[in-house]
């Protein structure tokens, strides 16, 4: 039974072209903790994922010849929907992911601010004039939408990740398509009820919910009136879209998996390390593409670190998102569970020693945080992103090694380290091969700083004022006969 104040956001049909599309063809969507069903959703194909295209295609002059008061003013008007309903949303977003309440109506208000950051930005999109080589010329640069711009987001940050780029696409002036996770659907339609109230109008925000995922991706990827495509997801599916995009040279950001390493100095204020290690670890039940994947602690104060650290994560509460207190809830599904457990498996055969947790998931998919000391790179759980809350604890000697070893992977998505030696943070900052860098830190997303990869990690950045670049299109204008 679904408790909303506003049951206005539980919707169950495609919204494209501002119209409410219901199928014959359902699927379910169930609580992870729970088993049960919330609600069956239409299960859009191929076929309304280009119609999508289409509508927005025929909104996009009109919506870019609006000033950027304009859509900053609807956009503003959709954030303060978000916030209003902040409530029902995350309870929306707890019981169809997993994460608990607490978490996710912060993920709501985290989702919510990248509208209201786009709403104010969106008018401070300027071009250039360049000095130019001629008496009798002007350079002039300016910056125009793409045009359609199609998306695919995940499970993990239902709200969140649909907001960043449609908020950045819709200021910029670009119209847009999503395709949401089918294991989480109805936070997407929900900010589409919502986008519907604020007066957005039609074929500026359409959500393509289904359940054969390759053959909307292939329309969003592929479509020759798709001009942009962002994905976020995990590596090896983003580039699968890559190719997929490259016959109709689409632009592409792409924000893919991490393998963040967490790097305690003998320097650190270690309370504060462990502190900020739970943070980073486990958020979402480790499940997001910034989680800490690696920790290094340097070699002198391995044994007090792990025992501060120890004692912090076994204190954690796991159960069901819903009930207060609980600060782990389910991994999104049973399959996760069992990858998670062989990862925890390969490490204790390759010689790592279980020091918390790595007993089975629950019949609920909860999976108990994980210490495993001694881990080495040739386990899964160095190099592979884990995606749940296991913790690999590995010593080091020096600064030199520890660069190493952090760097040590083909990712390069956001890494953490603690140190109170001002020569150190910014040897190490420097050093790192990663877009983002927590220094003394463990929680690094902000809506005004670039969210972003480099490596097999993504292209393109989400969030502050980078974060409109990949919806523009720079032109150049060379205006003659002046002199
Ligand atoms: C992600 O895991 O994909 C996003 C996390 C964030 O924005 O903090």
Redesign the pocket.
Known sequence: MVQLENTQLLKSAGYIDGQWVVKSSTFCVTNPYSGEEITRVSDCDANDATTAVLAAKKAFPQWAAMTAIQRGALLRKWYNLMIANQDDLGYLLSIEQGKPLAEAKGEVG?GASFVEWFAEEGRRLTGDTIPSPSANKRTVVIRQPVGVVAAIT?W??PN??IA?KAAAALAAGCTFVVRPASETPLSALAMAALAEQAGIPNGVFNVVPGLNASAIGKVLTQHPDVAKFSF?GSTNVGKLLIKQCADSVKRVSM?LG?NAPFIVFEDADLDAAANGLIQSKY??AG?????TNRILIQHSVYDKFTAIYREKVHALTLGNGLEDGVDIGPLIDAKSCVKVQSMVDDAVEKGATLILGGTPATDNNVYPPTLLSNVTPDMKVFKEEIFGPISPLMSFQDEQQAIALANDTEYGLAAYFYSRDIGRVWRVSEALDFGMVGINEG???DTAAP?GGVKQSGSGR??SHYGLDDYTNIKYLCMGGIA
Do not use: D, K, L, W
């Open positions: 985290y995940p993990n940050f969140a990740m960043r976020t924000e991490g958020r979402n499940q997001t593409c910034v989680c929680i690094i997303s969210f989400e969030g």
